[in-house]
């Protein structure tokens, strides 16, 4: 089992991940065309960060259950119910 520095590690580079994700998606929002035809996979974007940020905050909690509780993303919330 990884160690709590490992876990710090992790979700660090989770949260570092999901800046860069924003920013990757913030960047194609600009050209208004490409917003337009492709706001189903922007928002597939703006997903993938929620979940890195997610996950990075578990890594981080003292009490994983409640955090996975704290989950605003219901798929990944059900999603990790069953580990605890």
């Not at 997903?47 to 890594?59: D, E, G, N, P, V």
């Amino acid at each position: 089992m990884a160690n709590v520095a490992t876990h710090r590690q992790i979700a660090a580079v989770l949260e570092e991940m999901s800046r860069d994700v924003e920013a990757l998606g913030a960047a194609l929002c600009v050209d208004m065309t490409i917003a337009m035809r492709h706001v189903d996979t922007l928002q597939a974007i703006d997903l993938i960060a929620q979940k890195q940020r997610s996950l990075a905050a578990l890594l981080l909690a003292d009490s994983p259950d409640t955090e996975i509780e704290n989950i605003a993303i219901d798929v990944l919330r059900e999603r990790l119910r069953p580990l605890h």
